[in-house]
T-cell receptor, first 116, second 114 residues
């Protein structure tokens, strides 16, 4: 079974400050991990994904995430927040399992607010 | 290449009415999914399909039915709508398991049941 916990449903930062969105996962097999972003009234789009090739993953818009197996974490960071980063962010996990049908389990989401 | 499209974008139903949501993808993806999104609850999988002619239940399938008669289309039906089905519905598609591919999402359908 797989699950995802996103710590903090709302995060607020000032423009130019560090963004840190937390994600912890549970998986019985090596996981695939994803971060998606959702802008208002839109569908989800992929920010980055971990597929076991490298523990530090770089994504679009300056975001990156580090896979830490010992902490079962995949936190999302960005060194300097921009107003356009205000959105809802979802962490997701998918098992390496042929019977899983590519299904992902999503966290509850974290709303990022960026203050001027 | 339109990606994943959903029809309609908005709908208001009365309790007991029925409707069908259409999802179409032009990426030749094998897998398709229907989710619902409710405030503070993330996305929950309703039904999914691993190929044309096949469907399976997800996490919250009750009150919904699906069909995948064509590879590019995945239909979600509500036979007798209830207020608890007020939600935003997202369709997604993806490649078969074994490839570390993400899911591609449609823009969503906002459904209100009164």
């Amino acid at each position: 079974a797989q699950s995802v916990t996103q710590l903090g449903s709302h995060v607020s930062v000032s423009e130019g400050a560090l963004v840190l969105l937390r994600c912890n996962y549970s998986s019985s097999v090596p996981p695939y991990l994803f971060w998606y972003v959702q802008y208002p009234n839109q569908g989800l789009q992929l920010l980055l994904k971990y597929t076991s090739a490298a523990t530090l993953v770089k994504g679009i818009n300056g975001f990156e995430a580090e896979f830490k197996k010992s902490e079962t974490s995949f936190h999302l960071t960005k060194p300097s927040a921009h107003m356009s980063d205000a959105a809802e962010y979802f962490c997701a996990v998918s098992d390496h399992n042929d019977t899983n049908a590519g299904k992902s389990t999503f966290g509850d989401g974290t709303t990022l607010t960026v203050k001027p | 290449n339109a990606g994943v499209t959903q029809t309609p974008k908005f709908r208001v139903l009365k309790t007991g009415q029925s409707m069908t949501l259409l999802c179409a993808q032009d990426m030749n993806h094998e897998y398709m999914y229907w989710y619902r999104q409710d405030p503070g609850m993330g996305l929950r999988l309703i039904h999914y399909s691993v190929g044309e002619g096949t469907t399976a239940k997800g996490e919250v399938p009750d009150g919904y039915n699906v069909s995948r008669l064509k590879k590019q289309n995945f239909l979600l039906g509500l036979e007798s709508a209830a207020p608890s089905q007020t939600s935003v519905y997202f369709c997604a598609s993806g490649l078969p398991t074994g490839a570390p591919e993400e899911q591609y999402f449609g823009p969503g359908t906002r459904l209100t049941v009164t």
